[in-house]
């Protein structure tokens, strides 16, 4: 290809480097330019290896090039193209540059699924429009079950993986309480008790939808729709459930009906002017016509063809242009020529230029093919954009277009991203800012909490609200219940108008069209929303395309179905070619509570008479706010070995004996290891203060794997652990929570060493600490054992009526025999005199 548009200098000069990409079921090391995102990576190999030959796809998933691959992916079609006649040497270089470059994607063939279609006078129409939305509904919801099921049946095969134990107690919901908890849900998700038992034999669902969506296209007279009635609110009723598309001519129906049988290529028109500078337009109408010739030579060719034509927007701002419109319309007409010239020589070539009208049944131009987009890394025309960093992560930043522009115009860069994303502090001049904040009884601590918190959150509104602020200061210094589920700022004082303007000057701004200090030459650009400028560019697009795109209506969550007859009622009033109806999602915090209880209270039958009253289920609430645990409480020490490394586990209990706090120590372990297992443990703490319950704890840490692990000593119930965490939260939960399956140790007396075979009493000073009492607990309190029976009776000691007062337990037990003082509570043999 000859012309200042010839690329392959710009491929030769292109840097390429060695990237880890994560796979399916491997990281492979491939070589990509440099340019490019880890997601424009990944999006071209999912695109390739289905498209390679199995031995091409292995040695591209290992260690590979995409540069090879893609020639690799064009050579056959070369290959045929020049068998053909229809490519010449330069073509199939243009070919091939174009994708190297990344000025083209295609995506072609893809799977044809065409939608259904109906005509809105015929008389069935109505009751076919209600069939579609029950099927349409009916397909989401199926669909949103079986995820829920699938979900929970494999959190029933966890429940039993997860075990440790006799398969018999594992797999039992009675002996495994995770299983129990998992069987449950599975059921309130729709399981039938076979599924559960395949669940816990670990098999996998292995269910799949049964059909896909319906889709429609709906051809209807225009006058019709524009005068609202029953079938405009029928066609919203419709659209909101599915899929549903509105055309007011036959051909373009048809066209849309058939918009998946159209082989789609996506140009980058920015990145063509970059390599291309003054010839765009010749080079753009040698890219179309050399893909116009391509999409005849694959194995299933289509009949129709789109373009999607990205870049428009920034390419414009480069050129100083003052409306996208004006490129578009030339862009376009560019577009169309090619396509027409091209598809007649394919047609001459092929033996189908009497048939040239069914051979290349229309052209379609839009903006965007999503899939292919992602390719070539486009995203939609907004003043915010979306980038990579050098390692690896994403952050926000102006649009190069928009920053060059501005630059261009002498304009400042750094005013219009405070704009656009905020200053990110309260220190500037806000009705919220620090001396407001500060008269309320907000100190130094709060505020830095507070400024940390605005380097990351979206909302002001979560920057004011636990954890950011401690629920003890708001409630205890502002006077609010931090669990009434109100946002705090208007509760502080401060009004709508105070909360947008500092939302506005700490956040940022969606756009730039409120910059009061824009370049005067670019305030006809920044005036227009995002969806303002793409609509100028599909209006440009829709005077060349075959194929309308349909302009999209989005109804807000909470609005009615008659606002979206309404709606579909203007738009066909305002002579739109195609349009679809959907409902936008509700905004973040808005809809309805759930902050209840998983499991709904079950419906109790009325007893029958002279029953007492069975309970099916209680519901329990919880409080959210701190339980603060006694300045002098009790508990206990565990001092075991896990594979020899020692560790102490010291807890702490409510008056009621529910734990409210541990203590983690290790022995002669690095200062990192054992500070982090102290943080650690105060980090469970403070989640057992605020109600997080134990067994949650419990069922997230055990079966963790980590060195140290083994042999567990110095523990009368646990005798091996993966880790230090399991061993700690298998005696939580075997010790406070009576969570057996969780012990494999037979079980300890009460001396911790070896099992209860009789009915001995034990001392109290053995469970009950004689500091902590300070004298309140009598000496003579001793453990009786009950609810166990004895193999054998056990004898009943006679107690002589001359019985003497023990000097260690302070029982009347100590009797004389064989000449000695023995005391039958205690044991002791004391010498006494006299």
Same mark, same amino acid.
């Given at each position: 290809?000859?012309?200042?548009?010839?690329?392959?200098?710009?491929?030769?000069?292109?840097?390429?480097?060695?990237?880890?990409?994560?796979?399916?079921?491997?990281?492979?090391?491939?070589?990509?330019?440099?340019?490019?995102?880890?997601?424009?990576?990944?999006?071209?190999?999912?695109?390739?290896?289905?498209?390679?030959?199995?031995?091409?796809?292995?040695?591209?998933?290992?260690?590979?090039?995409?540069?090879?691959?893609?020639?690799?992916?064009?050579?056959?079609?070369?290959?045929?193209?020049?068998?053909?006649?229809?490519?010449?040497?330069?073509?199939?270089?243009?070919?091939?540059?174009?994708?190297?470059?990344?000025?083209?994607?295609?995506?072609?063939?893809?799977?044809?699924?065409?939608?259904?279609?109906?005509?809105?006078?015929?008389?069935?129409?109505?009751?076919?429009?209600?069939?579609?939305?029950?099927?349409?509904?009916?397909?989401?919801?199926?669909?949103?079950?079986?995820?829920?099921?699938?979900?929970?049946?494999?959190?029933?095969?966890?429940?039993?993986?997860?075990?440790?134990?006799?398969?018999?107690?594992?797999?039992? #919901?009675?002996?495994?309480? !995770? $299983? *129990?908890?998992? %069987?449950?849900? &599975?059921? =309130?998700? +729709?399981?039938?008790?076979?599924?559960?038992?395949?669940?816990?034999?670990?098999?996998?669902?292995?269910?799949?939808?049964?059909?896909?969506?319906?889709?429609?296209?709906?051809?209807?007279?225009?006058?019709?729709?524009?005068?609202?009635?029953?079938?405009?609110?029928?066609?919203?009723?419709?659209?909101?459930?599915?899929?549903?598309?509105?055309?007011?001519?036959?051909?373009?129906?048809?066209?849309?009906?058939?918009?998946?049988?159209?082989?789609?290529?996506?140009?980058?028109?920015?990145?063509?002017?970059?390599?291309?500078?003054?010839?765009?337009?010749?080079?753009?109408?040698?890219?179309?016509?050399?893909?116009?010739?391509?999409?005849?030579?694959?194995?299933?060719?289509? #009949?129709?063809?789109?373009? !999607? $034509? *990205?870049?428009? %927007?920034?390419? &414009?701002? =480069?050129? +100083?242009?003052?409306?996208?419109?004006?490129?578009?319309?030339?862009?376009?007409?560019?577009?169309?020529?090619?396509?027409?010239?091209?598809?007649?020589?394919?047609?001459?070539?092929?033996?189908?230029?009497?048939?040239?009208?069914?051979?290349?049944?229309?052209?379609?131009?839009?903006?965007?093919?999503?899939?292919?987009?992602?390719?070539?890394?486009?995203?939609?025309?907004?003043?915010?954009?979306?980038?990579?960093?050098?390692?690896?992560?994403?952050?926000?930043?102006?649009?190069?277009?928009?920053?060059?522009?501005?630059?261009?115009?002498?304009?400042?860069?750094?005013?219009?991203?405070?704009?656009?994303?905020?200053?990110?502090?309260?220190?500037?001049?806000?009705?919220?800012?620090?001396?407001?904040?500060?008269?309320?009884?907000?100190?130094?601590?709060?505020?830095?909490?507070?400024?940390?918190?605005?380097?990351?959150?979206?909302?002001?509104?979560?920057?004011?609200?636990?954890?950011?602020?401690?629920?003890?200061?708001?409630?205890?210094?502002?006077?609010?219940?931090?669990?009434?589920?109100?946002?705090?700022?208007?509760?502080?004082?401060?009004?709508?108008?105070?909360?947008?303007?500092?939302?506005?000057?700490?956040?940022?701004?969606?756009?730039?069209?409120?910059?009061?200090?824009?370049?005067?030459?670019?305030?006809?650009?920044?005036?227009?929303?995002?969806?303002?400028?793409?609509?100028?560019?599909?209006?440009?697009?829709?005077?060349?395309?075959?194929?309308?795109?349909?302009?999209?209506?989005?109804?807000?969550?909470?609005?009615?179905?008659?606002?979206?007859?309404?709606?579909?009622?203007?738009?066909?009033?305002?002579?739109?070619?195609?349009?679809?109806?959907?409902?936008?999602?509700?905004?973040?915090?808005?809809?309805?509570?759930?902050?209840?209880?998983?499991?709904?209270?079950?419906?109790?039958?009325?007893?029958?008479?002279?029953?007492?009253?069975?309970?099916?289920?209680?519901?329990?609430?919880?409080?959210?706010?701190?339980?603060?645990?006694?300045?002098?409480?009790?508990?206990?020490?565990?001092?075991?070995?896990?594979?020899?490394?020692?560790?102490?586990?010291?807890?702490?209990?409510?008056?009621?004996?529910?734990?409210?706090?541990?203590?983690?120590?290790?022995?002669?372990?690095?200062?990192?290891?054992?500070?982090?297992?102290?943080?650690?443990?105060?980090?469970?703490?403070?989640?057992?203060?605020?109600?997080?319950?134990?067994?949650?704890?419990?069922?997230?840490?055990?079966?963790?794997?980590?060195?140290?692990?083994?042999?567990?000593?110095?523990?009368?119930?646990?005798?091996?652990?993966?880790?230090?965490?399991?061993?700690?939260?298998?005696?939580?939960?075997?010790?406070?929570?009576?969570?057996?399956?969780?012990?494999?140790?037979?079980?300890?007396?009460?001396?911790?060493?070896?099992?209860?075979?009789?009915?001995?009493?034990?001392?109290?000073?053995?469970?009950?600490?004689?500091?902590?009492?300070?004298?309140?607990?009598?000496?003579?309190?001793?453990?009786?054992?009950?609810?166990?029976?004895?193999?054998?009776?056990?004898?009943?000691?006679?107690?002589?009526?001359?019985?003497?007062?023990?000097?260690?337990?302070?029982?009347?037990?100590?009797?004389?025999?064989?000449?000695?003082?023995?005391?039958?509570?205690?044991?002791?043999?004391?010498?006494?005199?006299?």
């Amino acid at each position: 290809m000859s012309g200042a548009y010839d690329f392959a200098n710009a491929v030769i000069r292109q840097k390429l480097e060695s990237r880890r990409i994560e796979r399916a079921s491997s990281v492979a090391q491939i070589l990509v330019p440099a340019d490019w995102t880890d997601a424009r990576t990944e999006a071209w190999l999912d695109w390739l290896e289905p498209r390679l030959t199995p031995a091409a796809a292995r040695r591209l998933d290992t260690s590979g090039n995409v540069f090879e691959a893609l020639r690799e992916w064009a050579d056959p079609l070369v290959a045929k193209g020049r068998e053909l006649g229809l490519l010449d040497a330069a073509g199939a270089e243009l070919l091939v540059h174009s994708l190297k470059l990344g000025l083209a994607a295609p995506s072609l063939p893809a799977a044809p699924r065409p939608y259904e279609m109906l005509q809105l006078d015929e008389p069935d129409a109505p009751v076919r429009l209600d069939e579609f939305r029950r099927r349409a509904r009916g397909a989401r919801l199926a669909s949103t079950a079986l995820t829920a099921i699938d979900e929970a049946l494999a959190a029933v095969r966890d429940a039993v993986i997860r075990c440790e134990g006799p398969r018999e107690a594992c797999t039992s #919901p009675h002996s495994n309480p !995770a $299983l *129990g908890r998992a %069987a449950a849900l &599975a059921r =309130r998700c +729709g399981a039938t008790h076979a599924d559960i038992v395949r669940a816990i034999d670990g098999e996998p669902l292995g269910a799949v939808a049964d059909a896909d969506a319906p889709r429609l296209v709906v051809e209807a007279q225009r006058d019709l729709l524009a005068a609202g009635g029953s079938l405009a609110r029928q066609l919203a009723e419709a659209s909101v459930e599915g899929d549903v598309t509105i055309a007011f001519d036959h051909a373009e129906a048809i066209a849309l009906a058939q918009s998946d049988l159209e082989a789609r290529i996506q140009l980058d028109i920015e990145a063509i002017h970059a390599h291309a500078d003054d010839d765009l337009l010749p080079a753009i109408a040698a890219i179309t016509r050399v893909w116009t010739l391509a999409s005849t030579l694959v194995d299933a060719p289509r #009949p129709r063809m789109a373009f !999607a $034509l *990205g870049g428009i %927007a920034d390419t &414009a701002l =480069r050129l +100083g242009m003052d409306s996208p419109s004006g490129l578009a319309r030339s862009v376009t007409l560019a577009v169309r020529q090619a396509y027409e010239e091209a598809s007649s020589a394919a047609a001459v070539v092929l033996g189908h230029a009497d048939d040239l009208e069914t051979y290349h049944a229309g052209l379609r131009l839009m903006v965007h093919e999503s899939e292919a987009a992602l390719r070539l890394g486009l995203s939609p025309f907004a003043h915010r954009d979306t980038y990579q960093t050098a390692d690896g992560e994403e952050a926000l930043r102006l649009r190069p277009a928009l920053a060059r522009a501005i630059a261009a115009q002498d304009g400042d860069i750094e005013q219009a991203e405070r704009h656009l994303f905020g200053i990110r502090t309260l220190a500037g001049d806000t009705p919220i800012s620090h001396e407001s904040l500060h008269d309320l009884g907000f100190t130094e601590l709060e505020l830095e909490g507070l400024e940390l918190a605005l380097a990351h959150v979206e909302r002001l509104e979560d920057a004011f609200r636990s954890p950011v602020l401690d629920s003890g200061f708001i409630h205890d210094v502002l006077g609010i219940d931090a669990d009434n589920g109100l946002p705090l700022l208007p509760q502080l004082g401060f009004g709508p108008d105070d909360i947008a303007k500092t939302r506005k000057v700490v956040l940022g701004h969606a756009d730039l069209t409120e910059w009061a200090d824009a370049p005067e030459p670019l305030r006809g650009w920044l005036s227009l929303s995002s969806g303002d400028v793409e609509d100028e560019i599909i209006a440009a697009l829709d005077t060349s395309s075959d194929t309308p795109s349909p302009l999209a209506i989005d109804l807000d969550w909470d609005e009615t179905l008659l606002d979206g007859a309404r709606a579909i009622s203007h738009a066909a009033r305002e002579g739109v070619r195609a349009l679809t109806l959907r409902r936008a999602a509700p905004p973040a915090g808005d809809g309805f509570s759930l902050d209840f209880a998983d499991e709904p209270s079950a419906r109790v039958s009325a007893p029958a008479p002279n029953d007492a009253p069975r309970v099916i289920e209680r519901v329990v609430e919880r409080d959210r706010t701190r339980r603060k645990l006694p300045d002098r409480r009790k508990g206990y020490i565990q001092k075991a070995a896990v594979a020899g490394h020692k560790v102490y586990i010291h807890t702490g209990e409510y008056e009621d004996g529910e734990l409210g706090e541990i203590f983690i120590d290790m022995h002669k372990e690095g200062a990192a290891f054992r500070s982090l297992m102290n943080n650690f443990a105060i980090a469970i703490s403070i989640g057992l203060q605020y109600g997080v319950p134990l067994d949650e704890f419990v069922d997230a840490f055990v079966f963790t794997r980590f060195e140290p692990a083994g042999r567990v000593t110095g523990n009368d119930s646990i005798r091996s652990a993966t880790s230090i965490l399991d061993y700690i939260f298998r005696e939580l939960g075997v010790s406070y929570l009576g969570r057996s399956e969780l012990a494999n140790a037979a079980p300890a007396g009460a001396d911790g060493l070896e099992p209860e075979t009789g009915t001995e009493t034990v001392p109290a000073a053995r469970f009950i600490s004689k500091g902590f009492a300070r004298g309140a607990a009598p000496d003579n309190l001793v453990v009786v054992p009950f609810g166990k029976k004895a193999s054998t009776p056990a004898p009943t000691a006679s107690v002589a009526p001359d019985a003497t007062a023990c000097p260690a337990c302070g029982d009347f037990a100590l009797q004389n025999r064989g000449g000695g003082w023995i005391c039958d509570s205690c044991g002791i043999s004391p010498q006494m005199q006299g």
